[in-house]
């Protein structure tokens, strides 16, 4: 699973030809999370973190939903995703 960015111990991963709805997942520790991003949406929709890790992850979500929307399509299509900045 290609990491797309990096900030705050936090990695953010898509997977190649991964299912529906678009997503992309956040490894804290031994936490995981997935984020959904299709359309306007940017929500948690599996898994546990700490509260403030899921903050981060969604602050920079909303920050890079149509990057992040892009490299779900190139993920889609068995392309490697690009890297996104990471939240300053």
């Not at 920079?60 to 900045?85: D, F, T, V």
Request: hydrophobic share 40%.
């Amino acid at each position: 699973m290609p990491e797309i960015s990096r900030f705050y111990g936090i990695r953010i991963k898509m997977w190649y030809l991964d299912h529906s709805p678009p997503h992309f997942h956040a490894i804290y520790g031994a936490k995981e999370i997935k984020i959904r991003i299709d359309g306007q949406t940017v929500e948690l929709f599996e898994g546990e973190a700490p509260n403030r890790v899921i903050s981060l992850v969604l602050e920079w979500a909303h920050q890079h939903h149509s990057e992040l929307l892009k490299n779900w399509g190139r993920c889609q299509e068995g392309e490697i995703p690009l890297k996104i900045k990471a939240l300053e």
